[in-house]
């Protein structure tokens, strides 16, 4: 299976570096699209709960139960 990455959280970048934090913890390497910082920097205006956390296809089985452990957690 080649690897390809899947968008698993959206969110704000508190929510997303606890998330990736957790998935590190497991050796679930992980991607972070910061669209908010990318608008800033780009003199745009957007919310800021719009950043994206990635992790590869293969990896999906593994996340899947931190990923809702952490939803249950946040109230999502």
């Given at each position: 299976?080649?690897?390809?990455?899947?968008?698993?959280?959206?969110?704000?970048?508190?929510?997303?570096?606890?998330l990736s934090y957790l998935l590190d913890?497991?050796?679930?390497?992980?991607?972070?699209?910061?669209?908010?910082?990318?608008?800033?920097?780009?003199?745009?205006?957007?919310?800021?709960?719009?950043?994206?956390?990635?992790?590869?296809?293969?990896?999906?089985?593994?996340?899947?139960?931190?990923?809702?452990?952490?939803?249950?957690?946040?109230?999502?």
């Amino acid at each position: 299976m080649e690897k390809e990455h899947i968008k698993v959280f959206t969110g704000t970048s508190i929510f997303i570096d606890r998330l990736s934090y957790l998935l590190d913890k497991e050796n679930i390497p992980s991607l972070i699209k910061n669209h908010h910082e990318s608008a800033r920097l780009g003199g745009f205006g957007l919310s800021i709960d719009n950043i994206e956390l990635f992790i590869y296809n293969t990896d999906l089985e593994k996340a899947t139960p931190i990923i809702e452990e952490f939803k249950k957690e946040i109230g999502e």
